[in-house]
């Protein structure tokens, strides 16, 4: 019975760092699209380019 609760234990774990991993990278591409946003208002390309660069990357690595 010992062993059924590491099992059940280890995949709680997993399944909460899914969670966790998922939770940040939507936080992290939200926070993209703002700076996105803020960017182009400003005109500055150079931080425009550099953002959608990496929200290409956080897309590319989430599928």
């Known amino acids: 019975m010992g062993k059924m609760n590491v099992s059940n234990d280890m995949m709680l774990s997993l399944f909460a760092e899914m969670v966790l991993d998922e939770a940040v990278r ?3 591409e939200q926070y993209l699209y703002r ?6 208002a400003k005109g500055d390309e150079v931080s425009f380019l ?3 660069t990496e929200l290409k990357s956080l897309h590319s690595n989430g599928t």
């Open 50 to 52: 550099a953002l959608t």
């Open 26 to 28: 939507k936080y992290r």
């Open 35 to 40: 700076e996105i946003d803020l960017a182009l």
